[in-house]
């Protein structure tokens, strides 16, 4: 069997920079070029530890060192922090994209029969690592970023009611959500009808009025002790109920955009 070590080399440092580069537009580190070129390089000069006599222990170090050294040039050192989460985006990506190629080239390289697989000769690493490899790991960046953009809104709330009951819901922060009692001056969380009602005498409600674009009415709202979020203890605020279910991003109620500047003052 033939070895091409240059297109190996180019191979690796394809693969090596696309990671790098993933690494640095999900993290938004904004490294200079030349130092994702540079480490890259590095990884793919690594090739030559497969050629020095060693034990299966040793080899394996020597790949986290290296892997190590390539963090380093790529993304400098700051703090422990800092170095740990690149390392860590790095092994990531490396076994998503690794394992999305190792899948595809098990679809189109080996044919099954029963539960037994053969290699058929025909084999698309190259082609995948060149074409869809990058997309891939684009894929990954774009839900990346979907998901932080969407999920970092997300709460565990802890609701304390008059009666001593305590619900234990997911809260969505809604930046649309700016309602407030002009009389009690209490900001208002929306929660649906069916998951409130054990907890509240709902012969006791407070009507708040609200206005939408081309409606207006009323809201039924209830005390409450407090309610907690991450620790913090906040009791200036109402829970409103709405008729219909909450469905987004799994949330069970929506939180007043108020919190959003409680939350940042208290941390």
């Given at each position: 069997m033939?070895?091409y070590?240059?297109?190996?080399f180019?191979i690796?440092?394809?693969?090596d ?5 993933t ?7 904004h ?13 793919a000069l690594s090739?030559?530890i497969?050629?020095?006599p ?6 394996f ?12 040039i ?6 422990l922090k ?5 390392i860590?985006?790095?092994y990531?990506c ?8 190792y899948f ?8 099954r029969?029963g ?15 060149l ?5 891939i ?13 969407t ?15 305590e ?38 409600p407070i ?7 081309g ?13 907690k ?6 009791d200036n ?9 909450i469905s ?14 409680d939350?940042?003052?208290?941390n």
């Open positions: 033939k070895i070590l240059d297109l190996v180019i690796n440092f394809i693969y920079l696309l990671l790098l580069m690494v640095d537009t999900t993290l938004k580190r490294t200079k070029l030349n130092k994702l070129f540079l480490s890259a390089i590095i990884g090739l030559i497969l050629f020095i060693c034990g299966q222990i040793l080899l170090l020597m790949k986290i060192g290296i892997s190590l050294l390539m963090i380093l790529a993304f400098g050192y700051k703090n800092y170095f740990t989460t690149n860590l985006y790095l990531m490396s076994v998503i994209l690794g394992g999305f190629l595809l080239n098990i679809e189109f390289s080996y044919k029969e539960i037994v697989f053969y290699f058929e000769g025909l084999s698309i690493n190259y082609l995948l690592l074409i869809i490899g990058p997309i790991l684009f894929l990954y960046v774009r839900e990346h970023k979907k998901y932080k953009s999920y970092i809104y997300n709460y565990k709330v802890n609701i304390i009611f008059k009666n001593g009951k619900l234990i819901c997911n809260g969505f922060l809604d930046t649309g959500n700016k309602l407030r009692d002009p009389i009690t001056k209490k900001y208002i969380i929306l929660i649906s009808k069916k998951i409130i009602v054990p907890f509240i005498n709902i012969r006791s009507y708040v009025p609200y206005k939408v674009v409606y207006q009415g009323l809201i039924n709202c209830y005390k409450i002790n407090y309610i979020i991450n620790n913090q203890i906040f605020y109402l829970v409103g109920i709405v008729p219909e279910k987004l991003n799994g949330a069970d109620c929506l939180l007043n955009s108020k919190l959003m500047e939350i940042c003052l208290e």
